[in-house]
């Protein structure tokens, strides 16, 4: 299908799709097929592919092993949607005992992570009967998490964003206190010091709230548990996991203390049952911890990511990747900058989540360096001649905290507490009135 009838076509769809455009036919790209680290649009044209269905393919696409199991799962006649198989709670007891040593913890599962994290919401307040809801970070599209008309005021759904700012959080726990049901977070290890992190954590632990990790994107991506044990061993209150689950299959799932989780009863839906999720779930997270795919994968990053700053250095470019485990973020001296740097990668065949994080699948092991490093030496090359006023310029540190609010919603530790507070005021008044 050509591009101008697909997005013509495509006008049929409500949901905006997020898909890379292509400039030269003014267009979203319609993609066709897809395997391993290449995805091929309808022209037939190959694109490595750094966006990696947003970061839910930890394996690759179409990944071989996954594939399988499904097809033989299929063919075995087990896939059961009436009623549950002894598959749900073989994967029940794998994540459980990959998230916690304790007894007390139970787990339920969904379709998506915004529906995971809304679930978290109706269980606490349920339990302790109070109102409120302390929030950092993205927690999905449901308008119940949408940014307050108000700056640091409760949203309709009375949740309050304190940013990833441990101040602001005293400040809301001491006025909401008494009304506070949970503190949710999505953890991110690239614009926030461990420090910060801890310190979040420690502050819930002090005034006795209960604490979920929201780790849809982090969690089971650096290693086989949630990606807080990174930093520390505390069992938390309540986890949420996803994308790191099954190689880009549609499941995700609540981990959490026994007593908040005798909510989840009725929280079901008809293809509860459903296996195929189950299936690509268990045989992702057992194929990953057998062939030490976390670790291949963070070298793989490291190793991209030195050569392209490399390169960026070598032309003078002020454009940084900035990383942790198997993912990273470019951040770039101007608005302008960004903008040429995405769109001409994506005329060389690089497929890049634009101005957000960039994801390393297993099986980038195999594609060759220089693939790369060729096509964004043509793109440096580009950038040098259009933008030589910039050249060996630093990076504004208020550039790199743009590009970290929008890929973690909240404020960078690049600047101080204080001037985090004032750009961060500027950031959330732009999402008011727009």
């Known amino acids: ?49 750094f966006n990696n269905g947003k970061g839910s393919i930890t394996l690759g696409h179409n990944f071989y092993a996954i594939n399988n199991a499904i097809i033989d799962f299929l063919s075995s006649g087990k896939n059961i949607i009436t009623g549950p198989n002894g598959l749900l709670l073989e994967l029940s007891n794998k994540l459980i005992e990959a998230v916690t040593d304790s007894n007390d913890y139970k787990i339920a599962f969904f379709s998506t992570g915004t529906e995971a994290c809304k679930s978290t919401a109706y269980a606490f307040r349920k339990y302790n009967n109070k109102k409120f809801i302390l929030s950092s970070g993205y927690h999905g599209w449901d308008l119940m998490w949408e940014t307050s008309e108000h700056f640091l005021k409760p949203n309709c759904s009375n949740v309050l964003d304190f940013y990833f700012i441990p101040s602001l959080l005293e400040d809301l726990l001491y006025k909401y206190r008494k009304d506070v049901s949970y503190v949710i977070i999505s953890p991110d290890y690239i614009h926030l010091k461990k420090s910060t992190l801890m310190e979040i954590i420690d502050i819930c632990n002090n005034y006795d709230i209960p604490i979920c990790i929201d780790d849809v994107k982090q969690g089971f991506r650096y290693g086989p548990s949630s990606s807080i044990k990174e930093y520390t061993n505390q069992s938390m209150d309540m986890y949420v996991f996803s994308k790191g689950l099954s190689n880009g299959h ?185």
């Open 250 to 434: 549609r499941i995700s799932c609540v981990v959490g203390k026994e007593e908040y989780m005798e909510n989840f009863e009725d929280y079901t839906y008809t293809t509860y049952y459903d296996s195929i999720p189950f299936i690509a779930s268990y045989e992702t997270l057992n194929y990953m911890i057998v062939n030490d795919c976390y670790k291949v994968t963070r070298s793989i990053c490291e190793h991209i990511v030195l050569c392209i700053n490399n390169l960026f250095l070598e032309f003078g470019l002020p454009i940084k990747a900035l990383s942790f485990g198997s993912m990273f973020q470019f951040v770039f001296y101007n608005q302008a900058m960004k903008q040429e740097f995405y769109q001409k990668s994506l005329e060389e065949g690089l497929v890049f989540y634009y101005d957000d994080n960039q994801s390393i699948s297993y099986v980038f092991k195999n594609v060759p360096l220089e693939w790369i490093t060729e096509k964004i030496e043509k793109v440096c090359t580009f950038l040098v001649k259009n933008f030589k006023n910039t050249l060996h310029c630093e990076i504004p540190t208020i550039e790199i905290f743009k590009s970290a609010f929008n890929m973690i919603d909240g404020a960078a530790d690049c600047i101080s507490d204080e001037c985090r507070r004032i750009e961060l005021t500027k950031e959330v008044l732009k999402i008011i009135n727009e």
């Open 1 to 49: 299908m050509n591009f101008y009838d697909f997005n013509n076509k495509l006008k049929t769809v409500a949901q905006v799709v997020d898909s890379p455009v292509d400039y030269s036919h003014n267009s979203r790209i319609c993609f066709e097929k897809a395997n391993d680290y290449w995805i091929s649009d309808s022209y037939g044209k190959r694109y490595i592919d």
